[in-house]
């Protein structure tokens, strides 16, 4: 897929339709999403260099569990978890698991959300280093060994003014204050219903 813009309407749009009843999340829709979450990484550069090809290489294999005979196993992620739960693949050391992926892309939407959430704060002239170092101190950080926390820290410095950042995703201010809400209500719902999912199943310390 391009990598030319961030489309936050896409995103919302994926994000929304990914919610399934009243506690699971759809798999294509969730990955449609991402494709733009991704997107988002790129158009920054190599500040987020060390979190863009491990998601793309994440989106891939989920994308891959879609394509196999047994597809309807991973519709959704309580499907998807339950399986490969019962069926003790995630104690089978050759499977590459869907469940053990998902929760690597869960913690960079949770970053995602975090940064976006405090760049609403700023004003235009404002630097986003400050915020993207809380909002990854506070997420990604934890699940990162010290040499890449420290080159992603460092690399933030360079990271641009709110009003810059914007024209990269290519949004106007007023467009930003219009969407990011939106973006952010259906990013914290997506992302509470998968760390309900992660803790009823007792799965948030896969290795």
Known sequence: MS???????????????????????????????????????????????FVSSDVRAKIDILADFRKKENSDSFTSFKQMIEYEKSTGLLNDSNYVSGSRTLLRLHRGLEFVHEFLLRVGDLGECDKTSACCKSAYNDTLAQHHPWLIRRGALVAMYAMPTKGELLKRVGLSQSRATEMLPDMLKATKIVHNRTENLYTLFELHQLP
């Open 3 to 49: 990598v030319e813009c961030f489309n936050i309407e896409r995103a919302l749009e994926k994000f929304n339709a990914s919610l399934k009843d009243e506690d699971d999340v759809l798999l294509d829709e969730y990955l449609q999403g991402f494709e733009e979450i991704n997107s988002f990484f790129h158009l920054m550069g190599t500040v987020f260099g």
